[in-house]
Every structure is written in structure tokens, then in C-alpha cells.
């Protein structure tokens, strides 16, 4: 079955950078796009950054310059490293999976990934 | 690349309609036939509920319906189930490639 497994929980420090995973299994791994996403304790969601099947990678404007998402097809890994972490990145991660030219996230995400940011 | 704007909160009755509301600009909801809806329980993951503004995914009740009009789309909820208290993102694809979500809504069945 189709799945897509995040990496655990995380604390770090201000200034730091997080590494989160995202494994993908039960599916052609390279004929789908990856999406980011977090969400912040009691907040919405806001969007990331996409991987996609033909490994193109656009990152959303607020994280230009300190968001890198990579993929390693030998593993079905996607992995999104965010750097110079601040209290403001306390967040729930999640990684979810788009069909090609649907324009939209299916129903397939990641448990999610809470990363802490303290001191 | 601002969020789209939604109300906080919407509440109806069981058996009501509600409707919420989903604002960008011509650059996401108003330049694209891309407008999804999520619905999303606390500790869960969202839920597509409509895709390319209109379509309901397979399983989705047809009580759920989307539209859109200049740069504003919506959601309607029509028979209001107790079920249907969640919160409810839209999402859309943009000028720049990217995708913005909503701020959210809160659905409350009173």
C-alpha cells in the first residue's frame, strides 16, 4: 500500500538546521511530485516547496535561501533541510504526494514531523 | 506570495448550509482552474474534498461542492453533519509555480 513515512520528532536550537525524511513506498516513486508543508502549533497550513517527478524543485518565496529539498531515488527518500532555524520554525513537517498535472495534494501524507526550536 | 484569505469560523445548525469563502488575486485563485479544498481533524492529516474548484474525489459525500467567482472561491456544506466540524484549508497553484493554502476556517456544528 501506498505510503509515505516521515523521519521522528526533532529539537534544535536557534541557528541550527533540521534534516527531516520523507520515505515513499507502494508506488512509482519517480512519477510522483513531493510537496512540503508545515504547520505551526494552533496555526494553518503553509506550503514549502514541491520535488517534482521530473526533478524540478521550487521553494515558496518566505523560505528562498534557507530551505533545501533534495530526493535520493536509490531510497524513494525525499528530504527537506531548513537552516538558520528560529523559535518561529516550531512546526509540525509534513510531506504529502501529488499526481502529475493534478494541481492538487492526494490523500497520501506523512505521519508528520515536529520539529522544536528552543533554547 | 501571501495566504489566500478565509474567515476564522463559520457555524451552522445539523441539517443547515454554510458556505466559506476563499480570496486570493488574479495571480492564484483567479488565474487558475486549480482550487483544492482540504479538510483536516485535529491530530490528522487533511483530507482532499474538492479538486480543480469543482470535482469531488471518489468517496467525498456530494454534499460538499466548490465554485468560484473572479478570485474568490467557496465551499459549501450543505445538510450540516456533526462530522463535518473540522477545519477547512483551500489551497490554489500560482503565477510563480507555487501553491498557496488558505488561512483556514473553522467549522462548528452548534
Known amino acids: ?119 | 506570495q501571501s495566504a489566500l484569505t478565509q474567515p476564522a469560523s463559520v457555524s451552522g445548525s445539523p441539517g443547515q448550509s454554510i458556505t466559506i469563502s476563499c480570496t486570493g488575486t488574479s495571480s492564484d485563485v483567479g488565474g487558475y482552474e486549480y482550487v483544492s479544498w482540504y479538510q483536516q481533524h485535529p491530530g490528522k492529516a487533511p483530507k482532499l474534498m474538492i479538486y480543480a474548484v469543482t470535482y469531488r474525489p471518489s468517496g467525498v459525500s456530494n454534499r460538499f461542492s466548490g465554485s468560484k467567482s473572479g478570485n474568490t472561491a467557496s465551499l459549501t456544506i450543505s445538510g450540516l453533519q456533526t462530522e463535518d466540524e473540522a477545519d477547512y484549508y483551500c489551497s490554489s497553484f500560482t503565477t510563480t509555480g507555487t501553491y498557496v493554502f488558505g488561512t483556514g476556517t473553522k467549522v462548528t456544528v452548534l
Not at chain 1, 27 to 39: A, G, K, L, P, S
Not at chain 1, 40 to 63: H, K, V
Open chain 1, 1 to 119: 500500500q501506498v505510503q509515505l513515512v516521515q523521519s521522528g520528532a526533532e529539537v534544535k536550537k536557534p541557528g541550527a538546521s533540521v534534516k527531516v525524511s520523507c520515505k515513499a513506498s507502494g508506488y512509482d516513486f519517480t512519477n510522483f511530485h513531493i510537496h512540503w508543508m508545515r504547520q505551526a502549533p494552533g496555526q494553518g497550513l503553509e506550503w514549502m516547496g514541491i520535488y517534482t517527478c521530473d526533478s524540478r524543485i521550487i521553494y515558496a518565496q518566505n523560505f528562498q535561501g534557507r530551505l533545501a529539498v533534495t530526493r535520493d531515488t536509490s531510497t524513494t527518500t525525499v528530504y527537506m533541510e531548513l537552516s538558520t532555524l528560529t523559535s518561529e520554525d516550531t512546526a509540525v513537517y509534513l510531506c504529502a504526494r501529488e499526481i502529475p498535472g493534478a494541481y492538487h495534494l492526494d490523500d497520501y501524507w506523512g505521519q508528520g514531523t515536529l520539529v522544536t526550536v528552543s533554547s
